[in-house]
């Protein structure tokens, strides 16, 4: 019978062959854009996914607290109508990196998700839907962070 340390172990060298070969990397790191996620504006994180410059839409939405009691944990969420679209982002105009969160649509998925985000003071929230064809539009809403609850 293999003994627990035995096999934490031969599991070790298992992972440290495979790292050898390169092959534990290639897979256990996921793909990202820094180049988005260091963007400063709406604009600069849609050029980074290939995007063109950003136009408004109804077709966009954006939802989330009209005032956020703790910006620690604030609820956002974004969904598009929009035909062939690609990406959604969801973007905070005042956070030192506005890119929030990014998420890929395929036919097999709803255009529409919810996350929570960090708000360090109030600010735009945007949701930009980019089509097949690079085109961006967006929605926006203003949500407010209050400190403790008391206003701001």
Known sequence: MTTRREMLATGSKVA??????????????ADWNKTAFDAKTMAEAARAFGGATPAESKDVTVNGPDIAENGAVVPIGGATTIPNARRLLLLVEKNPNVLAA????????????????????????????????????????EIKVTLGGCGG
């Open 102 to 141: 990014a998420f890929d649509i395929t036919d097999a998925v709803d255009p529409s998700f919810n996350t929570r985000v960090k708000m360090g003071q109030s600010s735009d929230v945007f949701a930009v839907a980019i089509t097949a064809d690079n085109k961006v539009f967006f929605a926006k809403k």
């Open 16 to 29: 440290a062959l495979l790292a050898a070969a390169g092959i534990v990397p290639a897979t256990a790191h």
